[in-house]
């Protein structure tokens, strides 16, 4: 059985190395805003054992246009979004997105957004997620997509 709890920045890392900062310090799994007192970060948990992880924090972008006349505390960013290999492909980023999904707008949070890798927007469009950009690439990370869901 999988369980969905709230965790610390600091046990994300655990995930986050392996899955999107593989062969890097584990200095590189810390995120601007990780810290933040309206940031918030979920694991997945089976049998005590963490394999799945995201983060939310308070930001708007700026650069959606269509989504302008929402206010600062109503847009959320998901980052860190991670599943160990050997748990993929179970619904573990599913059911992680979902219970995040819930706490946004039990908190009036209107829109959630992201960058996603470009391996990863099939996934998200199943979760009705929208492709809001051309494709871009983030420096050591790789080439990426802006999402958007309005909740």
Known sequence: MIEILPVTARETFPVRQPVLRKGRPIEDC???GDDL????HLGAFEKDKIIGVATFLMNKDVHLEDI???KLHHCYQLRGMAVLEVAQGK???KKILKHAEQ???ERHIEVL????RVNATAFYEKMNYQIVSEIFDIPGVGEHYKMIKKL
């Open 37 to 40: 007192g309206t940031t918030f």
């Open 113 to 116: 957004w992201f960058n996603a």
């Open 103 to 105: 706490i946004l707008k």
């Open 91 to 93: 619904g573990i980023g």
């Open 68 to 70: 302008k006349d929402i």
């Open 30 to 32: 810390h995120f601007s």
